[in-house]
């Protein structure tokens, strides 16, 4: 399968912890990378690879790989942190694909 | 720092070409084993990787895409394009160049997107 599922939205109450999942076969292969999208901008990476964060990314994100579903949890979120958020990785075709995206909401 | 920034027509008629240009600036073209990359993203709606072209010249494409779209590099003036063809109301789209780098080891491989240019917005209407 080339598809990575991610679930439409979730919200999380300022200060708590929030997981967001992305599935798919490939994911027992590959890693995946997380973007971070807010409206009007580019995405931006927050983790790629096991669990990389690029400078100047805050230490509350963090992911992870478990089978074939990655996850990028928020520790303690803020309110800078309501965005979409999407995974990408390599499929079994060595193309690339994205999830259908995660919206969060910081409550 | 590499940055990138997309130009081109934003109106194209359907049937027609959609022809891109992404300029690169801040770093070499061609050092490197990365890739040059498109991503479109309709309003509203998620992301979808068009397809990337190497240093080398290789390129490779989204299948659902495939009949369409071509990428092509010129490193001489640094600058890598997308053309699509036969476009439909189904291509307007927020399109986006990126470097796409990688990394396998250990059996696994793993890429990203980055940077990426502010992104330009075409749409295809009569």
């Known amino acids: 399968s080339s598809e990575l599922t991610q679930d439409p939205s979730v919200s999380v109450a300022l200060g708590q912890t929030v997981r967001i999942t992305c599935q798919g076969d490939?994911?027992?292969?590959?890693?995946s990378t997380w973007y971070q999208q807010k409206p009007g901008q580019a995405p931006v990476i927050v983790i790629y690879?096991?669990?990389n964060r690029p400078s100047g990314i805050p230490d509350r994100f963090s992911g992870s790989r478990s089978g074939n579903t990655a996850s990028l949890t928020i520790t303690g979120a803020q309110a800078e942190d309501e965005a979409d958020y999407y995974c990408?990785?390599?499929?079994?075709?060595?193309?690339?694909?994205f999830g259908g995206g995660t919206k969060v909401t910081v409550l | 720092q590499v940055q990138l920034r997309e130009s081109g027509p934003g109106l194209v008629k359907p049937s027609q070409t959609l022809s891109l240009t992404c300029s690169v600036s801040?770093?070499?073209?061609?050092?490197?084993?990365?890739?040059w990359t498109w991503i479109r993203q309709p309003a509203g709606k998620g992301l979808e990787w068009i397809g990337r072209?190497?240093?080398?010249?290789?390129?490779s494409y989204n299948p659902s895409l495939n009949s369409r779209v071509t990428i092509s590099v010129d490193s001489s003036t640094a600058h890598f394009s997308l053309k699509l063809t036969s476009v439909t109301a189904a291509d307007t789209a927020m399109y986006y160049c990126?470097?796409?780098?990688?990394?396998?080891?250990?059996?696994?491989?793993?890429?990203?997107?980055?940077?990426w240019g502010q992104g330009t917005l075409v749409t295809v209407s009569s």
């Open positions: 990126a470097k796409q780098d990688w990394n396998c080891s250990g059996g696994t491989c793993y890429d990203w997107f980055d940077p």
């Open positions: 801040g770093g070499s073209m061609t050092r490197g084993s990365y890739y």
């Open positions: 990408s990785a390599r499929d079994n075709n060595d193309k690339l694909v």
């Open positions: 072209i190497s240093t080398t010249g290789r390129t």
């Open positions: 690879g096991k669990n």
């Open positions: 490939s994911l027992i292969r590959f890693y």
